[in-house]
């Protein structure tokens, strides 16, 4: 469990984090996302011990991150915006090196060089120095650097940026595969439509406020349905409350509204079966496109 | 075997093949050239020239190498994996300084042996090396002191740190020759008192390199510490201050005005010294205050800056010299010397450099100061002197003040003015 408390960080004329309070999950993927200048970075480093805050608290698996600052950099991986990779050592050495100054002993280093590589898939690239390498491959020897430890709880600034379709796929099978492995994540991007493909959780800052804290992966259990009909039915709102295990989100009109089902397909079977049978002229019932990019862009919209 | 991490990854850096092979050869050269100048034989010239390049080597390359090593890190966006990492600062200290500056000590190894093959006479020998090897530690290790100071400040070039070391270099390498140049039988027997104990020259200066040694080494120990994120109190710089008014005042004649007259200095230098090398962070005091009124002393005591403790232990120092009777009063009646005046016009400055780092270019905070020092020290007051404005010269410059009285009242103003401009950029600061 990770939890942040009313926790506040100060530029010289400027409140970057204003009472920030949250809680995750173990074994979630959290989302942090929000405008330019939110505090996102702010908040990441804060969360890494890097940064003293004014006040609050941050805990992470008991640890007070920022009383023991060093008992949580063991556990703990951070991937920064701005990364620096050593230009004059090889990729083995870097990672030889980070995985030494995690207290891996020397024996166990070549093994967890290989299990890393091999996850990011840069095993061919490990004589080769970063300066050589295309601005994707050294993210992921970036990454490597920050998980090779397998730190309990991973932190992720802007970690797809610069990657290609196919390397921002990879990186969320590689989140999901960290994921099954207990790990948590904290993930800030703000490519969100990337985000949904792995994320369990998502943190919405602005202006150095939570905003809104929203559980993706409840969201996913219960999808939103659009129901569009061939003409308007009066009282449309009326008939579908009498409809078992819905929830009405909205209407419009009389002819189309949005619905909310569990992701169980045979009761998505029941459910139309049961609006045909109220003889509703169905033409399209279908999963809504409502994504993180909505939930987000809703959030922002209504608490300014 | 489990090497320190950031010395291995130093050897990965440093010893290249190429610099292995090619150091030798390079001094092969010059050593074959010094050879030929001594006519066929290893004799005065070569020993001069393997002394210079031990000299040249091991405190200029060596102190560049010891900066880089904290201050590429920072440029190169390195340091945070390194801040993030499971080592601890003393680790990370000895690992930098001796990593960094391996390359550096196997050229200067290798001089040194050509030195003794060189020379006639080897009574001096051991002491050179000592002198030479605590000398060039000292040269490096106050640079990786330097730069850790310049990464905490956020700078990011080693040019000006470099410049330091330069002078360091400087001040201790003919010193060093001059030890070069003695025999054993030509040393001084002369001796140095200190607290009125006569201890021999020679011991008293190789005990005070150790000493100096031993400060640098702590010295860079808690810096680092601190960049670790790690939770301390200023400690190091309060024993720092005490052991260096106890030190310099065992030079001072046996009174206790003396004494206290060398505490004055050494706090006040220290005042000043500890105001610029530190990062002055209006969040800092902020932090500060918000612990203090917690009641969290412990927390609010690790944001104290370090001038203030230097500060403090100033004030006894000032008030024991103010109410003792001043020795040099009778060698000249224009001499005046009120401490407590002096104090307050050392808060002027301070707070003078502070408000310019709460400013907008705070990089430019030192040379506005110093600017500023020209103004208040020299030119309004000597303009008014000039004009026979005795009264008006000593409200710039308090020590030419008639009475005491006069003195504290001109500094209090000055001082109470640029605390009430601080407090001000403070608060729009924060």
């Not at chain 1, 390498?133 to 990454?143: D, E, K, T």
């Not at chain 1, 993706?216 to 295990?245: G, M, S, T, W, Y």
């Not at chain 2, 006569?198 to 008293?204: E, K, M, T």
């Not at chain 2, 060398?262 to 902020?286: P, Q, W």
Request: aromatic share 10%; proline share 4%; glycine share 6%.
């Amino acid at each position: 469990m990770i939890t942040v408390d009313k926790l506040i960080f100060e530029y010289p004329g400027l409140r970057a984090l204003d009472n920030v309070s949250f809680r995750m999950d173990q074994g979630s993927i959290t989302a942090l996302v929000g405008p330019n200048g939110a505090g996102k970075t702010t908040l990441l480093r804060c969360m890494a011990a890097l940064e003293r805050p004014v006040s609050g608290t941050i805990t992470i698996e008991e640890i007070d991150v920022l009383e023991q600052p060093r008992d949580c950099h063991r556990i703990i991986g951070y991937l920064s915006d701005f990364f620096g990779l050593y230009q004059r050592l090889t990729v083995r050495q870097c990672l030889h090196f980070v995985a030494r100054a995690q207290g891996i002993d020397d024996s166990d280093c070549p093994a967890a060089i290989a299990a890393v590589c091999r996850r990011l898939n840069i095993e061919d690239r490990l004589e080769m120095r970063p300066g050589e390498l295309s601005r994707g491959l050294r993210q992921r020897v970036a990454i490597a650097q920050a998980i090779i430890h397998k730190p309990s709880l991973v932190l992720l600034d802007e970690p797809a940026s610069g990657l290609d379709p196919e390397a921002r796929h990879e990186l969320a099978e590689l989140f999901l595969d960290l994921q099954r492995q207990g790990m948590t994540l904290l993930v800030s991007s703000h490519i969100l439509a990337e985000l949904e493909a792995y994320c369990t959780d998502m943190l919405v800052l602005r202006n150095g406020r939570l905003v809104e804290q929203i559980t993706v992966k409840k969201a996913r259990q219960h999808k939103p349905f659009k129901l569009l009909l061939a003409q308007p039915v009066q009282n449309l709102a009326e008939i579908l409350k009498q409809i078992p295990d819905i929830e009405l989100l909205k209407t419009e009109h009389d002819q189309l509204a949005l619905i909310q089902l569990t992701a169980d397909t045979q009761q998505q079977h029941a459910v139309l079966k049961a609006l045909l049978a109220l003889n509703l002229p169905v033409c399209e019932f279908a999963p809504a496109a409502s994504n993180l990019q909505d939930a987000y862009l809703q959030t922002i919209r209504q608490r300014p | 075997m489990n090497l320190n991490p950031e010395f291995q990854r130093q050897l990965y850096l440093e010893c290249s093949q190429a610099r292995l092979i090619g150091i030798p050869l390079v001094l092969g050269v010059i050593f074959t050239f010094s050879y030929f100048i001594d006519g066929y034989r290893l004799g005065g010239a070569t020993a001069k020239a393997a002394l210079i390049l031990f000299l040249l080597i091991t405190l200029l390359w060596g102190a560049r190498q010891a900066v880089d090593s904290i201050v590429e890190e920072y440029r190169d966006r390195t340091w945070d994996t390194q801040r993030l990492s499971a080592l601890g600062p003393w680790e990370m200290v000895w690992a930098k300084l001796f990593g960094s500056t391996l390359m550096a000590w196997y050229a200067g190894l290798l001089c040194l042996l050509v030195y003794g093959s060189a020379i006639d006479d080897y009574a001096a020998l051991p002491m050179l090396i000592f002198y030479g090897v605590c000398a060039a530690l000292l040269v490096q290790s106050g640079s990786l002191l330097l730069g850790l100071l310049a990464v905490r400040r956020g700078q990011t070039k080693s040019g000006s740190i470099f410049l330091l070391a330069v002078i360091g270099f400087l001040s201790i390498a003919p010193w060093l020759s001059e030890v070069s140049s003695l025999t054993a039988y030509a040393l001084p027997d002369s001796t140095t008192a200190w607290y009125e104990i006569r201890f021999s020259s020679s011991a008293f200066h190789q005990i005070s390199l150790l000493l100096a040694l031993f400060w640098c080494a702590v010295g860079n120990y808690r810096l680092m510490t601190l960049e670790l994120g790690m939770r301390t109190t200023p400690s190091v710089w309060l024993g720092f201050s005490v052991f260096l008014m106890i030190y310099v005042g065992g030079f001072m004649p046996s009174s206790a005005y003396s004494f206290w007259l060398a505490a004055f200095a050494v706090c006040s230098a220290l005042t000043y010294v500890g105001v610029v090398v530190e990062s002055n962070d209006a969040m800092r005091i902020k932090r500060l205050l918000t612990y203090f009124v917690q009641r969290n002393w412990r927390r609010g005591s690790e944001e104290l800056p370090i001038w203030w403790l230097s500060f403090l232990l100033l004030l006894p120092a000032a008030l024991v010299l103010s109410v003792s009777v001043h020795p040099l009063r009778e060698f000249s009646l224009r001499f005046h010397f009120y401490p407590l005046a002096i104090v307050l016009i050392l808060l002027r400055d301070c707070g003078i450099y502070i408000y310019f780092c709460y400013g907008k270019n705070p990089q430019r905070a030192l040379s506005l100061t110093l600017l500023s020092g020209v103004l208040l020290y020299g030119i309004l007051p000597g303009i008014f002197n000039a004009m026979g404005q005795n009264g008006l010269a000593a409200l710039f410059f308090p020590l030419w003040a008639d009475s005491a009285g006069g003195a504290l009242l001109c500094a209090l103003a000055q001082s109470g003015w640029v605390m009430g401009m601080l407090y001000r950029r403070w608060q729009a600061s924060t």
